[in-house]
């Protein structure tokens, strides 16, 4: 199973960004701990942040034809902004969980909207870089079909 991870704007500086909200973890170090889940699951995994919104948007058309069964998301702002990035998540049709470190609906007004969470498998958020764990493994399991069917 080929799982894409996307991370969007800023959280190339995580574990330095604002850490009372999103922790001292690094996104090196999330990529490690999830690497490390991902071969206990038996999946394959590929990582990309990029802070531009289309490049994010290619690299989800590019999931059309490269084989990836399920895509986790980070969006970050553009969570809260991105109908293009609504409209690649909804044209490619790959099965999505969107994770998020904080709580958006607990900040700020304008992050508690999610453009896209209406279109995901499921939502993880709150619990740090366990929200990107628990989302893998939702992710995997719900890709997975049960033993008894
Ligand atoms: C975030 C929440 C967003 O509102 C914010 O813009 C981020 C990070 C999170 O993981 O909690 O950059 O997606």
């Not at 574990?15 to 206990?40: C, F, I, K, N, W």
């Not at 990035?85 to 609906?105: G, I, K, N, T, Y």
């Amino acid at each position: 199973m080929n799982i894409l991870v996307l991370d969007g704007p800023n959280l190339n500086l995580l574990g330095r960004r604002e850490p009372d909200v999103y922790g001292r973890v690094t996104l090196d170090e999330v990529r490690e701990r999830l690497h490390a889940l991902a071969e206990s699951l038996g999946c394959r995994l590929e990582c990309m942040q990029t802070n531009a919104e289309h490049v994010l948007v290619e690299r989800i058309h590019a999931a059309l034809d490269d084989g990836t069964d399920g895509i986790l998301i980070n969006p970050a702002a553009l969570t809260h902004t991105s109908v293009a990035l609504r409209d690649a998540l909804a044209a490619v049709e790959v099965p999505f969980v969107e994770v998020h470190l904080s709580v958006p609906e607990a900040r700020e007004a304008f992050r508690h909207e999610s453009l896209i969470a209406d279109l995901a498998r499921g939502r993880v958020s709150g619990f740090g870089v366990e929200s990107y764990l628990l989302g893998l493994r939702g992710l995997v399991s719900a890709l997975t079909p049960a033993a008894s069917e």
